[in-house]
T-cell receptor, first 114, second 112 residues
């Protein structure tokens, strides 16, 4: 089965440390999204890419978060420096172009910043 | 700004019952609407996708309807089973936008 792969599944770190989360979208999907899920806010879009180009990162705190797609098979989300309020589950999702197709989610990275 | 609301936040029913989950959205100019299922500690799984030109979609025991003019969608689950227990989320993609706006979800529990 084709699936979106995220690593790591869990990450515990101390405040101030750099965190890097990785995502491998489904082969052939050219649109990649990063979402964050918390109990209070639910699912929030952080950034998304089409054909590796960032189209919208308005949901991301620019001073500490950065998202990139070094190639079509890898998307990264970095937090530097991390803060306790960043603790959440971070999901990557991918889709075929056009937006008429279903969105496929990875299993998420559960981040705890102490 | 599109806002998506799901009521109730939680629902508990006995096995075998048919049930309806509700989703409402504020801006009727949508491109499509998706229903997702999320199991505890897992990612989201897309169940049904309804394009703006469609009225409903069916998959097995699931049926999703869309009424754009009233800003509503329902997910109907027939003959519910304990394995249907999960959180169900509705997400809307507005016209001219790429991102999905999610509701807070309905946590469904099917009691054996």
């Amino acid at each position: 089965d084709a699936r979106v792969t995220q690593t790591p599944r869990h990450k515990v770190t101390e405040m101030g440390q750099e965190v890097t989360m990785r995502c491998q979208p489904i082969l052939g999907h050219n649109t990649v999204f990063w979402y964050r899920q918390t109990m209070m806010q639910g699912l929030e879009l952080l950034a998304y890419f089409r054909n590796r180009a960032p189209l919208d990162d308005s949901g991301m705190p620019k001073d500490r978060f950065s998202a990139e797609m070094p190639d079509a098979t890898l998307a990264t989300l970095k937090i530097q420096p991390s803060e306790p309020r960043d603790s959440a589950v971070y999901f990557c999702a991918s889709a075929l172009s056009g937006g008429r197709e279903k969105l496929f989610f990875g299993s998420g990275t559960q981040l705890s910043v102490l | 700004k599109q806002e998506v609301t799901q009521i109730p936040a939680a629902l508990s029913v006995p096995e075998g019952e048919n049930l309806v989950l509700n989703c409402s959205f504020t801006d009727s100019a949508i491109y499509n609407l998706q229903w997702f299922r999320q199991d505890p500690g897992k990612g989201l799984t897309s169940l049904l996708l309804i394009q703006s030109s469609q009225r409903e979609q069916t998959s097995g025991r699931l049926n999703a309807s869309l009424d754009k003019s009233s800003g509503r969608s329902t997910l109907y689950i027939a003959a519910s089973q304990p394995g249907d227990s999960a959180t169900y989320l509705c997400a809307v993609r507005s016209q001219g936008a790429q991102k999905l706006v999610f509701g807070q979800g309905t946590r469904l529990t099917i009691n054996p």
